[in-house]
Protein backbone atom coordinates (compact mmCIF):
# COMPACT_ATOMS: atom_id res chain seq x y z
CA UNK A 1 0.00 0.00 0.00
CA UNK A 2 2.47 2.39 0.84
CA UNK A 3 4.39 1.93 -2.41
CA UNK A 4 1.40 2.15 -4.25
CA UNK A 5 0.59 5.91 -2.54
CA UNK A 6 4.67 6.21 -3.05
CA UNK A 7 3.93 5.72 -6.70
CA UNK A 8 1.15 7.77 -6.85
CA UNK A 9 2.35 10.53 -5.66
CA UNK A 10 5.53 10.89 -8.06
CA UNK A 11 3.44 10.29 -10.95
CA UNK A 12 1.63 13.40 -9.88
CA UNK A 13 4.32 15.13 -9.15
CA UNK A 14 5.68 14.59 -12.63
CA UNK A 15 2.82 15.25 -14.39
CA UNK A 16 2.31 18.37 -12.46
CA UNK A 17 5.44 19.45 -14.08
CA UNK A 18 5.23 18.09 -17.66
CA UNK A 19 1.60 19.99 -17.69
CA UNK A 20 3.42 23.66 -16.56
CA UNK A 21 5.48 23.48 -18.62
CA UNK A 22 3.42 22.00 -21.75
CA UNK A 23 1.84 25.20 -22.84
CA UNK A 24 -0.56 26.19 -25.94
CA UNK A 25 0.35 28.10 -28.45
CA UNK A 26 -2.57 28.98 -30.90
CA UNK A 27 -2.09 29.85 -33.81
CA UNK A 28 -4.99 32.28 -35.12
CA UNK A 29 -3.83 33.84 -38.38
CA UNK A 30 -0.69 34.16 -40.30
CA UNK A 31 2.87 32.87 -41.47
CA UNK A 32 5.66 32.87 -39.20
CA UNK A 33 7.75 31.34 -42.01
CA UNK A 34 8.74 35.14 -42.82
CA UNK A 35 11.11 34.65 -39.46
CA UNK A 36 13.11 32.17 -41.40
CA UNK A 37 16.71 33.45 -41.75
CA UNK A 38 16.16 36.56 -39.35
CA UNK A 39 18.75 37.20 -37.01
CA UNK A 40 16.47 40.15 -34.71
CA UNK A 41 13.40 40.75 -34.52
CA UNK A 42 11.57 43.91 -32.39
CA UNK A 43 9.95 42.98 -29.35
CA UNK A 44 7.08 44.89 -27.40
CA UNK A 45 4.94 44.89 -25.10
CA UNK A 46 1.51 46.28 -24.21
CA UNK A 47 -0.31 46.40 -21.01
CA UNK A 48 -2.79 49.19 -21.77
CA UNK A 49 -6.26 46.71 -21.36
CA UNK A 50 -5.96 43.48 -19.59
CA UNK A 51 -8.09 42.40 -16.64
CA UNK A 52 -6.66 41.29 -12.63
CA UNK A 53 -8.83 38.44 -11.12
CA UNK A 54 -12.53 39.04 -10.73
CA UNK A 55 -11.72 42.63 -12.00
CA UNK A 56 -12.18 43.78 -15.36
CA UNK A 57 -9.74 46.48 -15.58
CA UNK A 58 -6.06 46.61 -13.85
CA UNK A 59 -6.72 50.07 -12.36
CA UNK A 60 -9.66 49.06 -10.09
CA UNK A 61 -7.68 45.63 -9.19
CA UNK A 62 -4.32 48.45 -8.22
CA UNK A 63 -6.72 50.98 -6.75
CA UNK A 64 -8.48 48.39 -4.14
CA UNK A 65 -5.05 46.43 -2.94
CA UNK A 66 -3.61 49.65 -3.07
CA UNK A 67 -6.22 51.46 -1.01
CA UNK A 68 -6.20 48.07 1.40
CA UNK A 69 -2.51 48.23 1.97
CA UNK A 70 -1.86 52.16 2.91
CA UNK A 71 -5.11 51.41 5.79
CA UNK A 72 -3.09 49.00 7.34
CA UNK A 73 0.17 51.10 7.09
CA UNK A 74 1.04 54.00 5.55
CA UNK A 75 2.85 54.00 2.60
CA UNK A 76 2.85 50.45 2.10
CA UNK A 77 -0.05 51.06 -0.79
CA UNK A 78 2.31 53.67 -2.40
CA UNK A 79 5.36 50.96 -2.68
CA UNK A 80 2.94 48.12 -3.30
CA UNK A 81 1.68 50.27 -6.67
CA UNK A 82 5.13 51.03 -7.83
CA UNK A 83 6.20 47.72 -7.78
CA UNK A 84 3.48 46.48 -9.47
CA UNK A 85 4.53 48.77 -12.70
CA UNK A 86 7.91 48.13 -11.85
CA UNK A 87 7.80 44.57 -12.33
CA UNK A 88 6.82 45.11 -16.08
CA UNK A 89 10.73 46.13 -17.12
CA UNK A 90 12.81 44.54 -13.78
CA UNK A 91 10.67 41.03 -13.99
CA UNK A 92 8.69 40.39 -16.61
CA UNK A 93 9.79 41.13 -20.00
CA UNK A 94 13.45 39.99 -18.56
CA UNK A 95 11.94 36.43 -18.30
CA UNK A 96 10.02 36.37 -21.20
CA UNK A 97 12.75 37.33 -23.62
CA UNK A 98 15.29 34.74 -21.50
CA UNK A 99 13.65 32.06 -22.06
CA UNK A 100 12.15 32.92 -25.96
CA UNK A 101 15.96 33.48 -26.93
CA UNK A 102 17.36 30.77 -25.28
CA UNK A 103 14.64 28.68 -26.82
CA UNK A 104 15.55 30.23 -30.38
CA UNK A 105 18.98 29.62 -30.16
CA UNK A 106 19.13 26.83 -32.62
CA UNK A 107 16.89 28.85 -35.47
CA UNK A 108 19.48 31.75 -34.37
CA UNK A 109 16.59 34.22 -33.78
CA UNK A 110 16.85 36.69 -31.11
CA UNK A 111 14.26 39.36 -29.59
CA UNK A 112 15.38 42.41 -28.62
CA UNK A 113 13.67 45.28 -27.23
CA UNK A 114 14.46 49.36 -29.11
CA UNK A 115 15.39 47.36 -32.61
CA UNK A 116 13.23 49.55 -35.57
CA UNK A 117 16.16 48.33 -37.51
CA UNK A 118 14.64 45.02 -37.68
CA UNK A 119 12.50 44.10 -40.36
CA UNK A 120 8.91 41.92 -37.99
CA UNK A 121 8.01 43.59 -34.52
CA UNK A 122 6.40 40.99 -31.75
CA UNK A 123 3.68 42.86 -29.81
CA UNK A 124 3.05 41.11 -26.52
CA UNK A 125 -0.61 41.95 -25.46
CA UNK A 126 -1.41 41.13 -21.98
CA UNK A 127 -4.76 40.27 -22.04
CA UNK A 128 -5.57 38.55 -18.47
CA UNK A 129 -4.10 38.51 -14.90
CA UNK A 130 -4.87 36.05 -12.12
CA UNK A 131 -2.13 37.04 -9.83
CA UNK A 132 -2.51 33.74 -7.42
CA UNK A 133 -1.65 33.66 -3.49
CA UNK A 134 0.50 32.02 -1.02
CA UNK A 135 0.14 32.19 2.72
CA UNK A 136 2.41 29.21 3.31
CA UNK A 137 -0.64 26.51 3.50
CA UNK A 138 -2.03 27.55 0.80
CA UNK A 139 -1.10 28.59 -2.52
CA UNK A 140 -2.85 29.41 -5.94
CA UNK A 141 -0.69 29.70 -9.43
CA UNK A 142 -0.64 32.82 -11.50
CA UNK A 143 -1.96 32.82 -14.83
CA UNK A 144 -1.99 34.93 -17.72
CA UNK A 145 -3.44 35.25 -21.06
CA UNK A 146 -1.35 36.75 -23.73
CA UNK A 147 -2.32 37.61 -27.39
CA UNK A 148 0.71 38.15 -29.40
CA UNK A 149 1.27 39.85 -32.79
CA UNK A 150 3.83 39.63 -35.11
CA UNK A 151 3.91 42.77 -37.23
CA UNK A 152 6.01 44.65 -40.28
CA UNK A 153 8.17 46.72 -37.83
CA UNK A 154 7.59 49.62 -40.85
CA UNK A 155 4.30 49.74 -40.75
CA UNK A 156 2.78 48.39 -37.41
CA UNK A 157 -0.67 48.28 -38.87
CA UNK A 158 -0.01 45.24 -41.26
CA UNK A 159 -0.03 41.85 -38.87
CA UNK A 160 1.94 38.82 -40.55
CA UNK A 161 0.81 36.60 -37.56
CA UNK A 162 -1.60 36.29 -34.45
CA UNK A 163 -0.70 34.36 -31.28
CA UNK A 164 -2.89 32.82 -28.11
CA UNK A 165 -1.77 31.61 -24.93
CA UNK A 166 -3.91 31.04 -22.61
CA UNK A 167 -3.98 30.35 -18.48
CA UNK A 168 -0.24 30.15 -18.84
CA UNK A 169 0.56 29.06 -15.40
CA UNK A 170 2.76 30.68 -13.03
CA UNK A 171 4.63 29.57 -9.84
CA UNK A 172 7.85 28.31 -8.33
CA UNK A 173 8.50 24.68 -7.65
CA UNK A 174 8.67 23.91 -3.57
CA UNK A 175 6.48 27.26 -2.82
CA UNK A 176 8.49 29.74 -2.47
CA UNK A 177 6.69 32.43 -4.25
CA UNK A 178 5.11 34.55 -1.92
CA UNK A 179 5.52 37.75 -3.69
CA UNK A 180 2.76 38.10 -6.73
CA UNK A 181 5.49 39.46 -8.67
CA UNK A 182 7.50 36.09 -8.86
CA UNK A 183 4.52 34.26 -9.67
CA UNK A 184 3.63 36.61 -12.68
CA UNK A 185 6.74 36.56 -13.91
CA UNK A 186 6.96 33.15 -13.81
CA UNK A 187 3.50 32.97 -16.54
CA UNK A 188 5.79 35.21 -18.76
CA UNK A 189 8.80 32.90 -18.55
CA UNK A 190 6.71 29.79 -19.54
CA UNK A 191 4.93 31.73 -22.39
CA UNK A 192 8.34 33.09 -23.93
CA UNK A 193 9.59 29.11 -23.58
CA UNK A 194 6.40 27.95 -25.03
CA UNK A 195 6.43 30.56 -28.24
CA UNK A 196 9.90 29.92 -28.57
CA UNK A 197 9.26 26.11 -28.85
CA UNK A 198 6.23 26.79 -31.46
CA UNK A 199 8.22 28.93 -33.75
CA UNK A 200 11.43 26.22 -33.41
CA UNK A 201 9.15 23.32 -34.90
CA UNK A 202 8.03 25.73 -37.56
CA UNK A 203 10.89 27.20 -38.57
Not at 39 to 52: A, L, M, Q
Not at 122 to 146: C, Q, W, Y
Not at 161 to 173: D, I, K, S, Y
Amino acid sequence: MKKFLYASMITMVVTGVNCSFAQRVELKSGDVSVLAGQKTVNIEYDYSDFSVGKFATEKEYVDKKSAEYNEKEAGRGDNWKKAWVDDRKNRFEPKFEELFNKGMEDAGLKAVQSRPDATYTLIVRTKSVEPGFNVGVMRKNAHVDFEIDLVESADKSVKVAEFHLRNVPGGQFGGFDYDTGVRIAESYAKAGKSLAAFLDRKL
